[in-house]
């Protein structure tokens, strides 16, 4: 069959990201004989290329991948399909049917949805169309229409052997393009539900519900090795990504990682890591090994907000700790903050400056993967999460989020935290941090975080945007500090 794969966009402020859920999927169809294109939209404009695929491609189903944020474009994606072709089946998956399917089965022209994961449901629902054998509705991980009534299956087991899986068609999207935007830099993953703390306000904590058996999988080191070798024969980068949400979580396979990786590759890497998943062992051989940049997420200062309402499991004086270790190996720590927190008033959040004060006494960080540090979220609950009812229950909700803007916007009426602090203290934020430190570099990162400012770097070229990071990067890297990092570990070609 031929299935047109479908990835909505237009909401994200994380530019040039690869869509790995329909990449991945298209893979695994063409394993078994379907052909598929995808197809990526990200601004209203793209809206002709779909159509254009719709008609040079013909279809025999869509599939539309959609995340929260996206949902009012669903009905758009739907109804263009249904323009085409009154009856092609058109399926939906992402992250909005894993978490509202209430919602998504009822849209107009929305035939199923995949409640799941979706390589397995997916080719079970396109075997049975093919064979006209959809009115045995049985496929579990999905929901569907079937005379005016909604049959509801059952979740089905995780895939447990990811090494079994094929690797991303990476064919299927100008994967050179994404990796030249992302300068030069390789983004993938090597394992699904690597984390498993119960943060009430991550979307893992609810996608972790969404299937029966073993949450936290992780390909084999050969695999990933495999992998990467076999990529790095077909594109040109110099750095890795790896955007799994908490890399080190084991630590015989980071540290056995670590140690091939070196042994066979010389691409420096980025990672995400829980502070907890790090030590003196796991950052030296990161360090061996490449590494340039850890994204780790403290999200409050604040004792109590920390870790009685978001349950973030963190001991600050580790996470500093863990910094230091980390600045002391030539490694970046990343840091990942929120503002706008349930119960959090003006005064927690100075808690919040503090620590990243204490942190980047010694280190400036603006890095061309991940842009400025320490980096300020504005907190929205996402739906199904423990601390969205908290909202809820509170009366703090007044409006759903729309976009990905969510991190810059609050949805949120909290009368201990008015929405014109929270705004104000965000712009201040990097400012306050480097100010005693650093104070050119702080006027830098005053003028960066304007609400203006701001404004024209989102609205700029691809090409120029990338510039300008590219130039801030240097220039935090002139101007980092002389200081004596002990027997810290020279990494190969090391790239800011």
């Known amino acids: 069959m031929r299935i047109l794969l479908v990835s909505s966009n237009m909401h994200n402020d994380f530019r040039w990201k690869l869509p790995h859920g329909v990449v991945a999927l298209s893979a695994y169809l063409k394993r078994y004989q379907h052909q598929t294109k995808v197809v990526v939209v990200e601004k209203k404009t793209d809206m002709r290329i779909y159509r254009e695929a719709l008609k040079q491609f013909n279809p025999d189903v869509v599939g539309i991948s959609i995340n929260f944020t996206e949902e009012q474009h669903l009905p758009v994606l739907a109804n263009i399909a249904r323009e085409f072709d009154q009856k092609i089946p058109v399926i939906v998956g992402g992250n909005y049917p894993i978490l509202e399917p209430e ?13 799941g994961e979706g390589e397995e449901a997916l080719l079970e629902y396109l075997r049975k169309l093919n064979t006209h054998d959809i009115e045995s509705t049985n496929i579990k991980n999905i929901w569907l229409k079937k005379n005016g009534e909604i049959i509801k299956n059952d979740y089905r087991e995780f895939i447990d052997d990811l090494d079994g899986l094929p690797y991303m068609d990476r064919d299927a999207v100008d994967f ?3 990796i030249d935007q992302n300068h030069n830099t390789l983004i993938t ?4 539900g690597s984390c498993l703390y119960k943060c009430t306000f991550c979307i893992n904590a609810v996608f972790s519900k969404a299937g029966k058996g073993r949450w936290e999988r992780r390909r084999s080191v050969d695999s990933v090795l495999d992998e990467l070798a076999f990529v790095g024969k077909k594109y040109d980068y110099k750095n890795i990504n790896f955007f799994d949400e908490h890399f080190t979580s084991d630590r015989n396979w980071i540290i056995n990682f670590c140690q091939r990786y070196a042994e066979q590759f010389k691409w420096t890497f980025d990672c995400f890591s829980h502070c907890n998943g790090l030590d003196q062992e796991v950052i030296e051989n990161l360090a061996r090994a490449g590494c340039r940049h850890v994204f780790m997420g403290l999200e409050s200062g604040h004792e109590y907000i920390r870790n009685k309402v978001i349950k973030k499991g963190i001991d600050i004086d580790r996470f500093i700790q863990n910094a230091e270790l980390l600045n002391k190996y030539k490694i970046k720590a990343v840091i990942s903050c929120m503002i706008g927190l349930p119960f959090e008033t003006p005064e927690m959040f100075k808690q919040t400056v503090e620590v990243c004060r204490t942190i980047h006494k010694k280190q400036i960080v603006f890095s061309s993967s991940y842009g400025a540090g320490p980096q300020i979220f504005i907190y929205n609950p996402v739906p199904k999460t423990d601390l969205y009812n908290v909202c809820e229950k509170n009366g703090w909700l007044r409006i759903t989020p729309k976009s990905f803007r969510i991190y810059r916007e609050t949805c949120l009426e909290m009368p201990q935290f008015p ?9 201040l934020f990097r400012y306050q941090v480097y100010k005693d430190s650093y104070p050119l570099f702080a006027l830098l990162f005053r003028i960066y975080d304007m609400r203006l400012t701001r404004f024209v770097t989102e609205n700029l070229p691809e090409v120029i945007f990338s510039k300008i990071h590219l130039l801030l990067s240097f220039i935090s890297l002139i101007m980092k500090p002389r200081i004596d990092r002990g027997d810290g570990i020279d990494k190969r070609d090391e790239v800011y």
């Open 176 to 178: 050179q393009k994404i």
């Open 103 to 115: 919602k998504t089965i009822i849209i107009p022209n929305v035939d199923a949805i995949c409640i």
């Open 419 to 427: 929405k014109s602090q929270i705004y104000h203290l965000s712009r």
């Open 189 to 192: 993953t090597v394992s699904r």
